[in-house]
């Protein structure tokens, strides 16, 4: 079993104070599931909420209705002792970056349906962009939400703090939106986290104090760099990115793996420091695991909360029986993806530690990257498929010592993440292409012939098993990694099918901004323009990595005047 810890980078009295609200708050969430009924039941929402202004957190446990409350009775109880979900985020003034139409924006983008969508995208920022309310601060044993020091973009709706993940996409828009700034005060986030608890939270939230995500902040500051040259950010934020990378390099993380000519390969997992009901969604893990036995429970709650540390929560990719949650096995999986993301993050901090003059740094990260390239062709890329494939380890144990490789353990199912390497071309012009030219076009190939093309963009995996992370949603973050890599990949033919994609991909959400007038979080890839659905909440709108992927694809190919913009 993974380490255990109610608050990770707490202690003392303020653990104890974070603990007992949480505490609280989950009993106020099981007992309005009693009063209010399963119909449209968001658990969240209850672990959300701050304690009223003239509430205290024990008035707030003596006076919890029980014995099956009605609902008048809970709604008066939450009235009287909570404030509004939300309220301890401040609506921010418009930030001092935004321009209604910034100069330079879109220089591309011709066709004027496209360009004034584009702009009202733009202008969606003020609206997702907040501040932590100074009693956040002040008094942290009232919230569940944690102080943060600058501008936050949150991504939407039951959304209502940072995620760190969605906070890339939100960044590659902001830069196109020349919001330099903001973008700063995001990453500036989460570098306090990094600092304060070692590690980017999955969420800006006390129960999520247990996980992160993936790891994509160095990649943050490097498109901030590029696009500003501020080298005294570089200088602020490094640390914490030698920080983040230890993280991901524990035990907790780590896996070896020996292939077939005696070479240890080092690569890293997803693995949560929890095996208990996650805060946030305990009435639906409880219900999972309530045929389980005890032991099992455990080992349930454990696997839940590692694989809402990949952001892929939930999808057959991580099940045994894409039928059963219970069968979780994500500790014992060694994603694709979240290793591109390790060997990027190497790669960045290479490339930063040289800029600033840490050349000893800078040649131990370059040899680290160099190493994990090594491994993921090893381990993962399957020459008959042309893909790279998760690799499943044996679950009979915590999935630690060193692993024989082995071809039947590789999960040949085909997951949209089975092409995320691509993107490493995108990356770091001056050095040696991950993928070649030949190898990529292969690549682009299999992509073709995969099942994952769809008339409206790249479908999350081919099993249509309800889970929100497969058949027929489409992602915006899968989308961009795919295509900037094809972008990247040196062939005219690749560039082609990328930039179909995008197009695809900017009808459909086109489309459905006009149907409902929103972003969406996700879309079903087999229709344009329609909204996603699946996974354990309703759908949200918003959004912030959606938007900010609609920015980026409008930046990069632009929209000629005689190109329909509509599906």
């Known amino acids: 079993m993974a380490p255990t810890a109610a608050v990770a980078g707490g202690g003392g009295e303020a653990e104890a104070e974070a603990e007992a609200l949480l505490g609280l708050l989950q009993r106020v969430q099981s007992e309005a599931l009693r009063a209010f009924g399963p119909n449209d039941f968001d658990p969240k929402l209850y672990v959300d909420l701050p304690l009223a202004a003239d509430a205290s957190a024990a008035a707030a446990l003596a006076s919890l209705p029980r014995a099956a409350p009605s609902r008048g009775e809970m709604e008066a109880y939450i009235s009287r002792y909570f404030a509004l979900a939300g309220s301890d985020l401040v609506a921010a003034a418009d930030p001092p970056d935004f321009e209604r139409d910034p100069p330079g924006f879109l220089p591309r983008v011709e066709r004027a349906e496209a360009r004034a969508w584009a702009l009202e995208v733009h202008a969606l920022w003020k609206d997702l962009t907040r501040r932590v309310a100074p009693a956040v601060a002040a008094r942290p044993d009232r919230h569940t939400l944690l102080p943060l020091p600058g501008r936050v973009v949150v991504p939407g709706s039951r959304f209502r703090e940072v995620y760190y993940w969605d906070s890339y996409w939100v960044v590659r828009g902001l830069l196109v939106s020349k919001m330099y700034e903001t973008a700063k005060d995001i990453v500036l986030n989460l570098v306090y986290l990094v600092e304060k608890y070692g590690f980017v939270l999955n969420g800006a939230r006390s129960y999520y104090t247990n996980r992160s995500q993936p790891p994509l ?20 934020v490094f640390p914490s990115l030698l920080k983040e990378h230890s993280f991901w390099m524990s035990e907790v993380h780590n896996v070896a793996v020996m292939d077939n ?47 809402a540390e990949t952001g892929w929560d939930f ?123 030949a190898k990529s076009v292969r690549v682009m190939r299999s992509l073709q012939k995969s099942g994952l093309l769809q008339p409206a963009g790249i479908a999350t995996s081919l099993s249509n098993t309800g889970q929100q992370w497969d058949f027929p949603n489409g992602w915006a973050p899968l989308q961009h990694l795919i295509v900037e890599g094809l972008l990247r990949s040196g062939s005219g033919e690749a560039r082609e099918l990328a930039e179909d994609i ?12 006009k149907a409902t007038g929103a972003m969406h979080e996700k879309y079903d890839v087999v229709t344009c323009g329609k909204s996603g659905g699946g996974g ?32």
């Open 217 to 236: 902040l160095s990649s943050m500051v490097l498109d901030i760099y590029m696009a500003t040259g501020d080298m005294a950010f570089v200088r602020r």
């Open 502 to 513: 995008a197009t695809r991909w900017v009808r459909t959400n086109y489309d459905a901004y």
């Open 315 to 437: 999808s057959s990719r991580w099940m045994r029986d894409s039928t059963d949650m219970t069968t979780l096995t994500t500790s014992c999986i060694i994603p694709v993806d979240l290793n591109t993301f390790i060997l990027k993050m190497e790669q960045d901090i290479a490339f930063f530690a040289k800029l600033i003059g840490e050349s000893t740094t800078s040649e131990i990260f370059s040899e680290a990257s160099k190493a994990r390239h090594n491994a993921i062709d090893s381990v993962l890329w399957n020459a008959d498929m042309e893909q790279w494939l998760d690799y499943w380890l044996p679950t009979d144990g915590n999935c630690q010592g060193v692993y024989q490789w082995k071809s039947i353990s590789q999960n040949r199912a085909i997951f949209a993440s089975n092409f995320v390497p691509l993107w490493l071309n995108a990356q770091h012009s001056g050095l040696e292409q991950f993928v070649d030219e």
């Open 261 to 307: 000519h005696g070479r240890v390969h080092n690569l890293s997992r997803y693995q949560a420091m929890w095996n208990k009901p996650r805060p946030e969604s305990a009435t639906i893990d409880e219900e999972f695991a309530s045929k389980l036995s005890t032991a099992a429970k455990e080992k349930f709650y454990h696997q839940v909360a590692s694989t």
């Open 536 to 567: 354990e909440y309703k759908p949200q709108t918003g959004f912030g990595w959606s938007n900010g992927v609609i920015l980026s694809f409008l930046d990069e190919f632009g929209w000629p005047q005689d190109k329909k913009i509509d599906c």
